[in-house]
C-alpha cells in the first residue's frame, strides 16, 4: 500500500527539490507580502529567524509536499515523524535538506516494501 | 477527476462501523445519499451499495494513512469524518492491568489522533470538513469503574477543542458527541443495577438511542454549521 516501485527511477533529487519548492510556494502564496516565488532555492531558509513562512506556512508546505509526493509519484510519507522533529539540524531548515529528507524516507520505505 | 470518484457526492468516513453506533451511523448516512467509507479490526459482515470498508486498527499509524490515501485516490475528497471506533474496560482502577491503559488509550484517543491528522489533511484540499469525535456521559459524570474509559475520552474532547482552533481556518468543524448508556456491546458486560443508577443521573431517564446520537451528529455536519466548533455535547441532559 505504501510502496514505491522504481524509486531510482521516479525521484530524482532535482524533481524532489523543485517538488518542495512547489509545496514552499504554494503555502507562500497565502501569505501577506509573498516573496518572488522565482527566488527559491535549495538555501531559502523554512525556519528559524530568517525563514520565509511562519507556522502555519509550514504547516501548510509540508502537507503541500505529501500531497504532491502522493499525486505526482504515488510516495505515501508522514514528513513529521518522531525524527524529523527530534533532530539537532531539523530536516525543515530548508528547501535542500528537506528534499534530502524526503529522499532518505523514500528510500527506506522503498526498501521495506 | 479521479477514478470512481465520489464528484458531487459527500463522503463520510465512519469508525468502527462493523456494528453498534458505528454500524447505525454509516446507514444513517447511506440513507441520507452519502458515500460511506468505514473501519473495523475485523471485516465488516453486512454490505450496502455506496459502502467501502477497510480493515484496519485505528491505531496503526501505517494504515490509517493508507486508508485515506485510498479515499483520495478513489473518491477525490472527504467531507465527514466520525471517530466512533472505542473499546472500554470495567474495572477498579486498583485491578487494572497496565495492558488495559494502553489499549484503551491506543484506540480511543491515539486512534482519534491519527483519523483526525491524516483526514484534516485531506479535508484541507477542499477547504471543508466535518469532524465528529464520540466522548461519553461518563466524563461528566464521573463514573466510578470507568476511569481509563472516562479518562480517554477526556484527552479525546481536549484534543478535539484545541484542534478546532488549529484546522479553522482550514474550514474544518471538530465537536464532539457524548452519549448516554446504549444497548451496545460497550455495555454488555455492565451490571444492570449499574446502568439504573447511571439513568437516575440524567435529566431525561431512559437509555439512549442510536438515533439520539445520529441526530446531534447531523447537526454538527450540516454545512450551515460551520459556525460551530469545539463544542462538547452531551445526551440525556448530562451538563
Given at each position: 500500500?505504501?510502496?514505491?516501485?522504481?524509486?531510482?527511477?521516479?525521484?530524482?533529487?532535482?524533481?524532489?527539490?523543485?517538488?518542495?519548492?512547489?509545496?514552499?510556494?504554494?503555502?507562500?502564496?497565502?501569505?501577506?507580502?509573498?516573496?518572488?516565488?522565482?527566488?527559491?532555492?535549495?538555501?531559502?531558509?523554512?525556519?528559524?529567524?530568517?525563514?520565509?513562512?511562519?507556522?502555519?506556512?509550514?504547516?501548510?508546505?509540508?502537507?503541500?509536499?505529501?500531497?504532491?509526493?502522493?499525486?505526482?509519484?504515488?510516495?505515501?510519507?508522514?514528513?513529521?515523524?518522531?525524527?524529523?522533529?527530534?533532530?539537532?539540524?531539523?530536516?525543515?531548515?530548508?528547501?535542500?535538506?528537506?528534499?534530502?529528507?524526503?529522499?532518505?524516507?523514500?528510500?527506506?520505505?522503498?526498501?521495506?516494501? | 477527476?479521479?477514478?470512481?470518484?465520489?464528484?458531487?457526492?459527500?463522503?463520510?468516513?465512519?469508525?468502527?462501523?462493523?456494528?453498534?453506533?458505528?454500524?447505525?451511523?454509516?446507514?444513517?448516512?447511506?440513507?441520507?445519499?452519502?458515500?460511506?467509507?468505514?473501519?473495523?479490526?475485523?471485516?465488516?459482515?453486512?454490505?450496502?451499495?455506496?459502502?467501502?470498508?477497510?480493515?484496519?486498527?485505528?491505531?496503526?499509524?501505517?494504515?490509517?494513512?493508507?486508508?485515506?490515501?485510498?479515499?483520495?485516490?478513489?473518491?477525490?475528497?472527504?467531507?465527514?469524518?466520525?471517530?466512533?471506533?472505542?473499546i472500554a474496560s470495567m474495572n477498579h482502577v486498583l485491578l487494572t492491568p497496565d495492558a488495559t491503559a494502553v489499549k484503551i488509550l491506543d484506540t480511543n484517543f491515539?486512534?482519534?489522533?491519527?483519523?483526525?491528522?491524516?483526514?484534516?489533511?485531506?479535508?484541507?484540499?477542499?477547504?471543508?470538513?466535518?469532524?465528529?469525535?464520540?466522548?461519553t456521559?461518563a466524563v461528566p459524570l464521573q463514573l466510578e469503574g470507568e476511569s481509563l474509559y472516562a479518562a480517554s475520552k477526556s484527552a479525546?474532547?481536549?484534543?478535539?477543542?484545541?484542534?478546532?482552533?488549529?484546522?479553522?481556518?482550514?474550514?474544518?468543524?471538530?465537536?464532539?458527541?457524548?452519549?448516554?448508556?446504549?444497548?451496545?456491546?460497550?455495555?454488555?458486560n455492565v451490571p444492570?443495577?449499574k446502568?439504573?443508577g447511571i439513568?437516575?443521573?440524567?435529566?431525561?431517564?431512559?437509555?439512549?438511542?442510536?438515533?439520539?446520537?445520529?441526530?446531534?451528529?447531523?447537526?454538527?455536519?450540516?454545512?450551515?454549521?460551520?459556525?460551530?466548533?469545539?463544542?462538547?455535547?452531551?445526551?440525556?441532559?448530562?451538563?
Amino acid at each position: 500500500m505504501t510502496s514505491t516501485p522504481n524509486l531510482e527511477n521516479s525521484l530524482s533529487r532535482a524533481a524532489v527539490v523543485d517538488l518542495v519548492i512547489a509545496g514552499v510556494n504554494e503555502a507562500l502564496a497565502m501569505a501577506e507580502n509573498p516573496p518572488d516565488p522565482a527566488s527559491l532555492t535549495e538555501a531559502t531558509r523554512l525556519i528559524g529567524e530568517s525563514a520565509v513562512l511562519d507556522s502555519l506556512g509550514l504547516v501548510t508546505a509540508v502537507l503541500e509536499i505529501e500531497q504532491r509526493l502522493a499525486d505526482q509519484h504515488d510516495v505515501v510519507l508522514v514528513l513529521a515523524d518522531e525524527r524529523a522533529m527530534s533532530q539537532k539540524h531539523s530536516p525543515f531548515r530548508s528547501v535542500g535538506a528537506l528534499a534530502d529528507y524526503v529522499l532518505k524516507l523514500a528510500a527506506e520505505q522503498g526498501a521495506h516494501a | 477527476m479521479p477514478e470512481g470518484s465520489a464528484g458531487e457526492t459527500p463522503v463520510a468516513l465512519v469508525t468502527g462501523t462493523r456494528k453498534g453506533i458505528g454500524r447505525y451511523l454509516a446507514e444513517h448516512f447511506l440513507a441520507r445519499g452519502l458515500r460511506v467509507e468505514g473501519c473495523s479490526r475485523e471485516p465488516a459482515g453486512w454490505e450496502a451499495p455506496g459502502y467501502t470498508h477497510h480493515c484496519l486498527s485505528v491505531a496503526d499509524e501505517a494504515g490509517v494513512k493508507a486508508m485515506l490515501t485510498d479515499i483520495q485516490k478513489r473518491l477525490g475528497r472527504l467531507d465527514i469524518l466520525v471517530n466512533n471506533a472505542g473499546i472500554a474496560s470495567m474495572n477498579h482502577v486498583l485491578l487494572t492491568p497496565d495492558a488495559t491503559a494502553v489499549k484503551i488509550l491506543d484506540t480511543n484517543f491515539r486512534g482519534t489522533f491519527l483519523l483526525c491528522r491524516e483526514a484534516a489533511k485531506l479535508m484541507r484540499r477542499r477547504k471543508y470538513g466535518r469532524i465528529v469525535n464520540v466522548s461519553t456521559i461518563a466524563v461528566p459524570l464521573q463514573l466510578e469503574g470507568e476511569s481509563l474509559y472516562a479518562a480517554s475520552k477526556s484527552a479525546v474532547e481536549t484534543f478535539s477543542r484545541v484542534l478546532a482552533r488549529e484546522v479553522a481556518d482550514f474550514g474544518i468543524t471538530v465537536n464532539v458527541v457524548g452519549p448516554t448508556p446504549i444497548e451496545t456491546d460497550l455495555i454488555r458486560n455492565v451490571p444492570k443495577d449499574k446502568i439504573a443508577g447511571i439513568i437516575q443521573r440524567l435529566a431525561v431517564k431512559r437509555l439512549g438511542r442510536f438515533e439520539d446520537v445520529a441526530n446531534v451528529v447531523d447537526f454538527f455536519i450540516r454545512p450551515e454549521s460551520e459556525y460551530i466548533t469545539g463544542q462538547v455535547l452531551y445526551l440525556g441532559g448530562v451538563a
